[in-house]
């Protein structure tokens, strides 16, 4: 391989790089200041913040006495309160010693402070990653809105093959007869989705300019690409937002089902996609995933996938949500990605899906960098997510995780004592060995997987 053709594949890789310490360092910031933020309202003095680990790169002092910092390797962060001994709040037994002979000094400390004190503390970490995750995605539902109801034409897609008359600023009322319901109820929405003919073009009635017409359409539900998973058979095989898959094996195909039966019914065989860009038509080799898919009722379907997103023919209008709709319809968003991580982390347990769906840092890099290059609202939708995952990750009750030490404030809060420090030694040791054989397995399943 010449250099010429490693170039872009080496601006790929720091492009990665770069999105995931992005992604990350945010992250990071926002669960650190947690506890730095409530540490300090609750009397706790921060001897350090630091974004990053080793070599330090930059580093001031505020008039508070905390050392503000950015360190050489950007793949995580810690706050080192007064009487900790390391990053992960282990206790420092002469300096404890040393602040004991006065009780403001003592106060003052990480583990001389009041039980509440040290659990809000530790607590305000993952919670600032779930406020986060809920503002964000609040941010995106009030930002972009929600889907007009009666559904209505905001921009007609472009469709190889198919001359249609829907216009921006139709509005739906039937097609091949069969009205269109509400979009507020989803058994009707699908009993219509399952009616409408697979065929086309369609007959649609619509409302335009305060009068009714019939005009030519599309099948409402066509094989275009409104979405690539990072990481899936479409991803390898270059396919884009935009893009319209016009032909599986030489058959042609106008509906999104279509191509489904196609992948399902393939059991994994390669497929011949011919796809249409920007008024070109090219040919392309695909070969479909197993993937375990989330279901409603909390379990788990494993099917074979591509890794495409669809959508309907056209562009549906949006309206306006209300600030306090968008604050639930996040906070909701928050509590969907908790429960399904907790939903695949107790089937991968059970043996009952593949425990590939677990990611390591190499997985979440390309994750990152993949949904960076698919735009920004994309990319600020994964940090939600990631940072929700990372929240819910520190509060398992493993020694040397947030919820670790809030195992042990439980502990101390019904014993009146805290466990002595050679057990909590013990017990950091092996939270602390539990959590790197964790990572390598993650990291095996990104190689290996």
Request: glycine share 12%; charged share 15%.
């Amino acid at each position: 391989m010449d250099l010429v053709s490693f170039l872009p594949q080496l601006g790929g890789f720091f492009y990665v790089i770069a999105s995931f310490v992005v992604a990350l360092s945010v992250i990071v910031a926002v669960h650190e200041y947690g506890h730095y933020i409530v540490g300090r309202w609750s009397g706790i003095h921060a001897e350090v913040f630091s974004l990053g680990f080793g070599p330090v790169l930059f580093s001031r002092v505020d008039k508070r006495g905390t050392r503000w910092q950015i360190a050489l390797l950007p793949f995580g962060g810690y706050v080192k309160f007064l009487g900790d001994s390391d990053a992960a709040s282990g206790k420092d037994a002469a300096a404890m010693a040393e602040a004991s002979a006065d009780p403001a000094a003592l106060r003052r400390t990480m583990h001389g402070a009041p039980l509440w004190a040290r659990a809000a503390t530790v607590a305000a970490g993952p919670v600032f990653n779930f406020v986060m995750s809920a503002v964000i995605f609040a941010g995106v539902f009030f930002a972009s809105g929600t889907i007009r109801n009666p559904l209505t034409v905001a921009d007609v897609m472009p469709l190889p093959g198919l001359e249609q008359d829907l216009q921006a600023g139709d509005q739906l009322l039937q097609v091949e007869g069969i009205s269109v319901p509400s979009l507020e109820d989803g058994a009707a929405w699908e009993g219509f989705r399952t009616s409408v003919p697979e065929q086309q073009p369609l007959r649609y009635t619509v409302l335009r300019d305060g009068q009714q017409a019939e005009v030519q359409g599309p099948y409402p539900w066509p094989p275009h690409v409104r979405g690539v998973a990072p990481r899936s058979a479409a991803a390898d095989a270059d396919l884009q937002p935009g893009d319209v898959i016009v032909a599986v094996n030489g058959a042609p195909i106008f509906a999104f089902d279509q191509l489904k039966r196609a992948v399902e019914g393939g059991e994994g065989a390669e497929l011949q996609l011919e796809i249409w860009r920007d008024g070109d038509t090219f040919a392309t080799a695909l070969t479909p995933r197993r993937v375990d898919e989330p279901q409603a009722d909390g379990g788990f379907a494993t099917q074979w996938r591509m890794g495409i997103v669809g959508g309907l023919a056209f562009e549906p209008a949006s309206e306006a949500v209300s600030l306090s709709d968008a604050i639930i319809a996040g906070g909701a968003q928050v509590w969907g990605v908790v429960d399904m991580s907790l939903s695949g982390l107790t089937h991968m347990i059970t043996g009952a899906i593949s425990t590939c769906n677990l990611s390591g840092p190499i997985g979440i890099a390309e994750t990152s960098g993949a949904m960076a290059s698919q735009g920004a609202e994309s990319f600020i939708r994964f940090i939600a997510v990631l940072s929700t995952a990372v929240g819910l990750l520190n509060l398992f009750p493993i020694p040397a995780l947030d919820g670790g030490h809030l195992m042990f404030y439980a502990y101390e809060a019904v014993t009146g004592k805290p466990p002595s420090d050679g057990v909590m030694r013990v017990l950091m040791t092996f939270g602390i060995a539990a959590i790197l054989t964790l990572m390598l397995f993650a990291l095996g399943n990104d190689l290996f997987c």
